[in-house]
C-alpha cells in the first residue's frame, strides 16, 4: 500500500513534468514563409516559429523540393535580407543591394 501512496506522491508529478518539458520542445518548429524562383534556381524561405531569424532553401530549378540536393543559406534577421542573398547570389539579380 506505501508503495502505490509513494508512485501517486513521487513519480507521476516527476512524470506530469516531464511531459510538458517534451510537449514545449516538440511544439518548437521551423516555418516556410513563402517559395518563389529566380535564374536557375528556386527557393523556400523559412523561419523559426519566433521569427527570430529566416533562413533560405536553394534548389536547382529541375530539382524536385523533396530532394536532399539543396543548400541552406546563413540566417537573417529579416526576411528580407534572406531574399536579397537569394537574389543577389543566385537569382543574379542586379540590385544595389548586391554589392554591398
Same mark, same amino acid.
Request: charged fraction near 25%; include cysteine; hydrophobic fraction near 25%.
Given at each position: 500500500m506505501k508503495l502505490i501512496q509513494i508512485l501517486k506522491v513521487a513519480v507521476i508529478p516527476v512524470l506530469t513534468v516531464f511531459s510538458f518539458v517534451s510537449a514545449s520542445n516538440i511544439a518548437l518548429a521551423d516555418y516556410l514563409n513563402s517559395q518563389?524562383?529566380?535564374?536557375?534556381?528556386?527557393?523556400?524561405?523559412?523561419?523559426?516559429?519566433?521569427?527570430?531569424?529566416?533562413? *533560405?532553401? *536553394?534548389?536547382?530549378?529541375?530539382?524536385?523540393?523533396e530532394s536532399d540536393q539543396y543548400t541552406t543559406s546563413a540566417t537573417f534577421p529579416?526576411?528580407?535580407?534572406?531574399?536579397?542573398?537569394?537574389?543577389?547570389?543566385?537569382?543574379?539579380?542586379?540590385?544595389?543591394?548586391?554589392?554591398?
Open positions: 518563389g524562383s529566380g535564374g536557375n534556381y528556386r527557393y523556400e524561405l523559412w523561419s523559426t516559429d519566433d521569427n527570430s531569424y529566416y533562413y *533560405v532553401k *536553394v534548389w536547382l530549378y529541375e530539382a524536385s523540393p529579416s526576411s528580407r535580407e534572406a531574399l536579397i542573398y537569394f537574389d543577389c547570389n543566385f537569382a543574379e539579380k542586379n540590385l544595389p543591394e548586391c554589392s554591398q
